[in-house]
């Protein structure tokens, strides 16, 4: 009997959840394979399903039980607006992050800043910020080659002028100075572990995940590396773990007691980024 998208659709989803997966995950990859929007969708939904595509479902609904993140099947996700590859070197951007570098736009309408993203992975903060600030010079530093590969050709595909380093933390800039701090950088501890989703412990890059210190160690490291090339008007953009909103601000302060230190909550009400300046 001839089946349509909904009901192929419908059972998958349906079967992801009956085994504590997200059900939409599967409509999500089948809707960005077809490059279908949701109009689309409900003008096809009652069609009867080729074996193509049928095939196509049965095989992505095999990788999301074995906890494959969409965009890696996908081989991007979106961010603020733009398209960037991502692969296993790199960890896929969040909505969160969006948000920091929201606030970074907002608050800098200059022109002619030096800014400096550490851990960078698929650049997307990086070349988000160059793509709305062309004036601004953006340099991009990550301990990965995998992942600087990666936001290598994402700046490239969309003629982002950023400079990038393979490097740990401030190290390769330091001979700079810099108006504008920002980073994303791992701030997960060993203790979190239990906490995370399946799909994020199987799949995406630990190193980039990960910090010594209750998840603290590389805000200590580039707070310490940022007195030696910050500006005396410089700031810090920095995103955080939900709990570590006291505790980084506290060393921003020791560090730099004459800025004015800021918790700021994301769109959900967790404590999700630092901002000093």
């Known amino acids: 009997m001839a089946k349509n998208y909904f009901e192929v659709l ?46 196509q479902v049965t095989d992505d609904l095999r990788m999301l039980m074995e906890d494959r993140p969409p965009q890696y099947l996908l081989g991007y996700s979106d961010f603020y607006g733009h398209r960037f590859s991502v692969n296993i070197d790199t960890l896929i951007p969040r909505p969160e992050t969006e948000e920091l570098v929201e606030y970074c736009l907002e608050e800098n309408p200059e022109s002619k800043l030096t800014v400096v993203d550490i851990g960078t992975g698929t650049g997307a903060i990086a070349v988000s910020l160059k793509l709305e600030r062309s004036d601004w010079q953006i340099f991009a530093v990550d301990l990965s080659e995998g992942a600087l590969k990666v936001a290598k050709e994402n700046a490239q595909k969309m003629k982002a002028d950023v400079t990038f380093f393979l490097g740990d933390g401030l190290a390769p800039v330091l001979d700079n100075t810099i108006d504008i701090l920002i980073s994303n950088p791992p701030y997960i501890s060993a203790d979190e572990w239990a906490l995370m989703d399946d799909s ?19 805000y200590e490291q580039l707070i310490e590396e940022a007195k030696d090339c910050l500006s005396p008007t410089g700031k810090i953009y920095f995103e955080i773990g939900f709990q570590q909103g006291e505790a980084v601000k506290k060393m921003i302060a020791a560090a730099f007691p004459e800025k004015k230190v800021r918790v700021v909550k994301d769109l959900s009400g967790n404590d999700r980024m630092i901002i000093a300046d």
Do not use: C
Request: no cysteine; net charge negative; aromatic share 12%.
């Open 10 to 55: 419908k059972r998958a989803s349906s079967f992801l959840e009956e085994n504590g997966k997200e059900g939409y995950a599967i409509q999500y990859l089948f809707l960005e394979r077809k490059e279908w929007s949701k109009t689309d969708w409900l003008l096809h939904m009652k069609e009867e399903i080729s074996e193509q595509d049928e095939q």
């Open 200 to 218: 994020v412990k199987k799949y995406e890059p630990h190193m980039a995940l990960f910090a010594e210190n209750q998840g603290l160690a590389i």
